[in-house]
């Protein structure tokens, strides 16, 4: 037997973490600015975290959806405290695309209709769904092709406007990440999140807000969206909610009637994953990560900019994608390889910073110094074999 091969492997195995450094191994330490893929919020083995996750373990880890389980309702508490979404209500699953592919499907219950909207270069997850909507045909299965999904330009006013002028009737719902994480780091204007909702509420359709990457604090407001002042009726949550534990979620707002057996999970909620994403939160709390992570990234954005090489910075908060000059785009690898830095990265040449929201100063100047080398130390060796070139050209004339 082998693992199914889908994933390009850095050949490195990682053993252990704390904060914002893992070590491989054979104990060579490596600082963490892609955060395992935005899902490292409060640190990597954050002790409140393995405290309270090891504490549950001892009582109870799993039980099924069929009887009470007080932890859920603390969970729902908390994050109402924390988003602002004090009246909004929880259903938990465990990923980013069952998230989202449960807001659609309550977006259609509660609608009782069948079109979406997305946009360009969106990435909603790769559940049937989820991957309709997302902007990749690479990914959908001929299964997942549907009819029911319009895609517009992100950020185009006009296209929304004609599009629910023509079938505003037939829309259930408009998804929309705040920060698009996959296609490149691009911001979500207030603008077009305000005509969202303003269509929506013309039109009787739902607006979901796919915070699974950008939410949970990361932009330095609990959700991105909020930079537009109005509410989305669904927020789809993950990465960051479990700090590593899987758990997802959708905020519903309060004009949403539930009603028994309309969704459902096995897994989603369970008494662990509750655990985990409280202590998530408390630590939020109790750190003001919320604050820090947009104070850090303003420093990172601003650091960023004075280096030479980097062309083009966008994001906000601790989810940051930046462009650089097209002779140093092995940047990535020359940091991982000789820096001992994992960044992220968005195709074609897009290098994503999405660290734990306790990233320290340090940290980032550590970052900060070391991509400055990176671009001397390939800049050196083009020299050199420019060099090299040149003189061998000239010797052998
Ligand atoms: C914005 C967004 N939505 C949904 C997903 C899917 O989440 P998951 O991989 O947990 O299913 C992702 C994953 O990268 C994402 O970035």
Redesign the pocket.
């Known amino acids: 037997m082998k693992l199914f091969d889908v994933y390009p492997l850095n050949n490195i195995t990682i053993d252990k973490a704390l904060g914002s450094y893992v070590w491989d191994n054979h104990g060579v330490q490596y600082l963490d600015m892609y955060g395992g893929?935005?899902v490292i919020s409060i640190g990597h083995t954050h002790p409140h975290w393995v405290a309270r996750i090891e504490q549950q373990l001892n009582k109870i880890a799993f039980y099924s959806n069929s009887i009470q389980i007080p932890l859920q309702q603390q969970l729902v508490d908390k994050l109402g405290e924390l988003s602002g979404k004090k009246d909004y209500q929880l259903f938990l699953v465990n990923?980013?695309?069952?998230?989202?592919e449960n807001a659609l499907k309550l977006a259609s219950f509660h609608t009782g209709r069948k079109k979406i909207v997305a946009f360009s270069s969106?990435?909603?997850?790769?559940?049937s769904l989820?991957v309709a909507v997302t902007d990749n045909p690479k990914i959908v299965a001929p299964v997942n092709e549907t009819d029911n999904v319009i895609f517009l330009p992100f950020n185009d006013e006009e296209a929304l406007t004609q599009c629910f002028a023509k079938q505003g009737e037939e829309i259930a719902a408009v998804i929309i990440?705040g920060i698009?994480?996959?296609g490149g780091i691009y911001e979500a204007t207030s603008d077009f999140l305000q005509l969202i909702r303003q269509l929506c509420d013309t039109y009787g359709a739902v607006y979901i807000a796919?915070?699974?990457?950008?939410g949970y604090g990361r932009s330095g407001q609990f959700f991105a969206h909020d930079i537009a002042g109005v509410d989305a009726d669904i927020y789809?949550m993950?990465?960051g909610m479990g700090n590593g534990f899987?758990i997802?979620g959708i905020l519903i707002a309060p004009h949403f009637k539930a009603s028994h057996g309309m969704l459902g999970t096995t897994f989603g909620g369970n008494h662990l994953a509750c655990a985990a994403a409280l202590a998530v939160l408390e630590v939020m709390e109790k750190e003001n990560l919320v604050e820090k992570a947009r104070q850090r990234g303003m420093y990172l954005k601003n650091m960023l900019n004075k280096v030479e090489g980097v062309t083009v910075i966008r994001g906000r908060g601790l989810m940051i994608g930046f462009e650089v000059e097209a002779h140093l785009q092995q940047i990535r690898k020359v940091l991982l390889n000789d820096f001992n830095i994992f960044t992220g990265e968005a195709k074609p040449n897009v290098i994503r910073l999405l660290p734990a929201l306790t990233i320290q100063r340090k940290q980032m100047d550590e970052f900060l110094e070391a991509i400055q080398e990176a671009f001397t130390e390939i800049q050196s060796k083009m020299n050199n074999l420019q060099f090299y070139a040149t003189f061998s050209f000239g010797w052998r004339c």
Request: net charge negative; proline share 3%; hydrophobic share 30%.
């Open positions: 893929h935005a990923s980013g695309a069952e998230a989202n969106s990435f909603h997850g790769r559940t989820a990440e698009q994480g996959v796919d915070s699974v990457q950008c789809s993950a990465k899987p997802g």
